[in-house]
Nanobody, 130 residues
């Protein structure tokens, strides 16, 4: 099992920045890919960004490309999501997710659905005021 704990959410004004963190514990060696998703009220969970633990390869949704940066610190078992130029449309609950390394490998760009991930954090609220 892998446990994921997000932090760093909060309230920020439009144009501002926030950095989310996701720390993994448990069988972290079994996680090959980490991702960030977000979900608004009544909406499906939406892919935001993903990163491979070993290579650092990343992939972003079009809605955040150029504004958000996903990174990882292997020594700390932590993945970050640096969010810049935030707008009210970025207001969501953000979830960290992990994909097990026991599942078949594909390029990082394929992992954009909830079903591609096995473990989830509890979510952290990000609210952007106009």
């Amino acid at each position: 099992q892998v446990q994921l704990v997000e932090s760093g959410g909060g309230l920020v004004q439009a144009g501002g920045s926030l950095r989310l963190s996701c720390t993994a514990s448990g069988r972290t060696f079994s996680s090959a890919v980490m991702g960030w998703f977000r979900q608004g009220p009544g909406n499906e969970r939406e892919f935001v960004a993903g990163i491979e633990w070993s290579s650092g390869f990343t992939h972003y949704s079009d809605s955040v490309k150029g504004r958000f940066i996903i990174s990882r610190d292997n020594a700390k078992n932590t993945v970050y999501l640096q969010m810049n130029s935030l707008s009210p449309e970025d207001t969501h609950v953000y979830y960290c997710a992990a994909r097990s390394s026991s599942r078949p490998w594909r390029p990082i760009s394929y992992y954009k659905q909830e079903r591609d991930y096995d473990y989830w954090g509890q979510g952290t609220q990000v609210t952007v005021s106009s």
